[in-house]
């Protein structure tokens, strides 16, 4: 996997690498990576490791790129999925930068409530009730897909749960 430039001048613990910085980390020692991204959470709210959100723009550099919750939009949105601060910790105040998982093996929110989440489903986002966790979708991609289920998941409340992120806009419903 590409290992990006060289970001060890950049003070991380204060900061963070330049806004929408990306880079490929590895998972395990498995052969598994994902690909991370420096952004704001601008949700409302802290954010806990796993935690599942859309990533959005805004005119202001200061705040730019962004995640905010999910919501249901008519248009291809991409979602992204918090990994941890610029410390290494696991939660995430609103307002501030962390690392966002956008694309690869993450632990991801999932809800497997009204229907369960089988290894190899593909997920979705659902707003409202499940805005910050997966769904399971189908077991054929669609439209709505973002993932897909790396392990199953049955809890009837939302848990971290290995996925695959496919990287790409799907839409929200």
Known sequence: MPAGPNMSGFDTLSFGPIPGYEEWK???????????????????????????VVVNYDGDEETNPQVGVCA???VYQEVAVFKETASGGTSLADATWGWFVVQGYVDAKCNGDSVDITKDDFLKIVAGTDADAFVDNTTARTTNS????CADETDATPSVTLVYLFGRSAIIT
């Open 72 to 74: 249901a939009l008519a």
């Open 26 to 52: 590895e998972y395990d020692q498995n052969g598994r990576f994902y690909k991370r991204r420096w952004l704001y959470n601008a949700c409302g709210a802290a954010l806990a490791a796993g935690d599942v």
């Open 146 to 149: 973002h993932a897909i289920a």
